[in-house]
C-alpha cells in the first residue's frame, strides 16, 4: 500500500528542502507531522503541505488512518535554475 503526493516548481533550491527532509524520513506521520510544525525553516511549510496532501490521498484510496502510516521515502530533485 503506497500513497504518493507529487509538488512541482517549488522557488526554493533543492539543498534547502533536503536539510528539512532528511529529518523527516523514516518516521511516522503524526511525528514528522509535529516536527516540520515546530521547525523554523520555510521548506518545512512546503513538505508539511505535501504530506498533507500525502496523507489526504492514503486515506481516500485506501481508508487508513494517519497514525497508522509511516514516510517510507521522500526527497527532492534539482529543478530548472534561475538567471
Partial sequence: MEAKSRQTDIKMTARKLRRVINEV???SV????DMLRFMPYFAARVVEK??????????EK???????LK???????ESVSYK
Avoid: C, M, P, T
Fill in 25 to 27: 524520513r523514516g518516521k
Fill in 30 to 33: 503524526v511525528e514528522a507531522q
Fill in 50 to 59: 505535501n504530506l498533507k496532501a500525502a496523507v489526504a490521498n492514503a486515506q
Fill in 62 to 68: 485506501y481508508g487508513v488512518s494517519a497514525e497508522s
Fill in 71 to 77: 514516510v517510507s521515502e521522500i526527497f527532492a530533485d
